[in-house]
Nanobody
Framework: VQLQASGGGLVPAGGSLRLSCAASGFGTYGMGWFRQAPGKERTFVASIDWRGFGTYYSDSVRGRFTISRDNAKDMLYLQMTGLKPEDTAVYYC???????????????????WGQGTLVTVSS
């Protein structure tokens, strides 16, 4: 089982970007995204339950970011719109520690991390 994030890059403020995470073996786990800005702690961004029905967002991204998953393709996505310079960070995909749970990730109960992908938003 492994997680591999991709899709980061440099984008102007107001722009959009889609992150992807190859999530082989995590079909029954809640999945999510975290981010770590320079000099700051890693924080929760968004999560989606294992069936793809329930989503949850941090206040700072709600209404701008959309998390989704395609279990048939073992993929997790984060569509980011209306990007702001304060969204600049390394973004990590993550899987919950326990299968078939909905709240683990927003409670920072993480079982597996992917490597990060850097998103830079220029002002």
């Amino acid at each position: 089982v492994q997680l591999q994030a991709s899709g980061g890059g440099l984008v102007p403020a107001g722009g959009s970007l889609r992150l992807s995470c190859a999530a082989s073996g995590f079909g029954t786990y809640g999945m999510g995204w975290f981010r770590q800005a320079p000099g700051k702690e890693r924080t929760f961004v968004a999560s989606i339950d294992w069936r793809g029905f329930g989503t949850y967002y941090s206040d700072s991204v709600r209404g701008r970011f959309t998390i989704s998953r395609d279990n048939a393709k073992d993929m997790l996505y984060l569509q980011m719109t209306g990007l702001k310079p304060e969204d600049t960070a390394v973004y990590y995909c993550a899987a919950a520690a326990r299968p078939r749970t909905s709240t683990d990730l927003r409670r920072n109960i993480v079982g597996s991390w992917g490597q990060g992908t850097l998103v830079t938003v220029s002002s």
